[in-house]
């Protein structure tokens, strides 16, 4: 399951990932399974069988009564359900990521150049972001953590060379020990419980007051931009969905008057 959610998710081959990118992925997509942020056919048994099928191909006792397949999780997937194809709740606006082989014939029909993205793309490009995102936020964390220990290591090891502490077990180190920790506590205890430490150019009014407001200002207008584009974006997307649905289902009554005029013409004749 897992390696067909790369796949048709993610464009990617479990095989040819490294050990850190596949565990990564993978507490991501448990992740979201368990929040229930995937698409309803996710958790359909049935795809969770076609899975399974699609692993068994691989197995050492298929692989000696017939060829390896070298079909991707995906394109066994597209030919083990060719009924999705053809099921128009398979195509709601539920579904997430890149059309499947064959659906992407009939979405960009009879367009040229650059198509508009649609809401699967949008939803898409979205779950990218967030995913990023968060992974600087973690890289970020970690970094900060690794700085603050070797700060601290580099303190205390320029603390021992001014001032070199007593050998092991001697009473002196045990003293040291009880120094340390009152040292400690009493910092704790002169701290205010839920006091924010505010700078100083806030308190006194200091600082490059237009500056910053101008700054706060560019930062709110680029957020409202972001935001509209956003829109835009998605009303797009809507239209283009919408204009595809009209021109299916003019095409289709095309047909149905061509063969209601065929049907006339061989019972009255011309």
């Known amino acids: 399951m897992f390696a067909l959610y790369l796949d048709i998710q993610k464009g990617k081959i479990l095989d040819d990932l490294d050990e850190t990118e596949a565990r990564g992925r993978w507490k991501s997509f448990i992740g ?26 691989l197995e050492p006792g298929s692989r000696d009564s017939e060829p390896p397949s070298r079909d991707t999780p995906k394109q066994r997937y597209q030919r083990d359900e060719p009924s999705r194809r053809e099921d128009p709740e398979s195509s709601s606006d539920d579904s997430v990521g890149p059309a499947l082989p064959g659906q992407e014939g009939r979405q960009g029909r009879g367009r040229m150049g650059p198509s508009i993205p649609n809401m699967q793309d949008l939803e898409l490009r979205r779950e990218n972001e967030s995913e990023e995102a968060y992974t ?98 998605m009303l797009m997307a809507r239209a283009a969905e919408r204009d595809e649905r009209l021109q299916e289902y003019r095409e289709k009554e095309d047909k149905t008057m061509a063969m209601l005029r065929g049907l006339a013409r061989q019972n009255f004749g011309a």
């Open 32 to 57: 979201k399974w368990n929040r229930c942020e995937l698409s309803e056919g996710w958790y359909d048994p049935s795809t969770y069988q076609k899975a399974v099928a699609a692993v068994s191909e």
């Open 136 to 233: 600087r936020r973690k890289e970020q964390r970690e970094d900060m953590k690794y700085a603050r220990k070797l700060d601290r290591k580099g303190q205390k090891e320029a603390l021992d060379e001014l001032v070199p502490r007593a050998e092991a077990g001697t009473r002196e180190r045990q003293l040291e020990k009880k120094r340390e920790k009152n040292e400690t506590m009493k910092s704790f205890r002169e701290k205010s419980p839920g006091a924010a430490e505010v700078p100083e150019s806030e308190l006194m009014g200091g600082g490059d007051s237009l500056g910053e407001f101008k700054a706060k200002k560019q930062e709110f207008e680029r957020k409202k931009n972001d935001r509209e584009l956003r829109r835009e974006e």
